[in-house]
């Protein structure tokens, strides 16, 4: 058996004890610094996306404000020429 006294066993069990949850948090942040990272990106990536939507419902709602225009420019040649 070891002949390590019984009191530098439990000190030594107590520091290591303190010691692993120093390196647990340690691989947590390593693990939380990627996610930082992805979850930026991800939120560009929404950003980017919400932004391209809003200029295709704004060049959308131009095309359709014209065709509105026109149909109405033709009903209004219309109706004229029936009144007359």
């Known amino acids: 058996m070891d002949n390590i006294p019984l009191r530098d066993k439990t000190e030594q069990a107590q520091g290591e004890a303190v ?6 948090k340690d691989k947590q942040k390593q693990k939380e610094t990627p996610n930082r990272g992805d979850k930026a990106k991800q939120k560009s990536a ?7 939507q809003r200029a295709e419902i704004y060049a959308l709602n131009k095309v359709m404000t014209e065709l ?3 149909q109405f420019e033709a009903f209004c040649k219309q109706m004229q020429s029936q009144g007359q």
């Open 19 to 24: 010691m692993e949850p120093a390196c647990r």
């Open 46 to 52: 929404q950003q980017e996306l919400k932004q391209r």
């Open 68 to 70: 509105e225009q026109q």
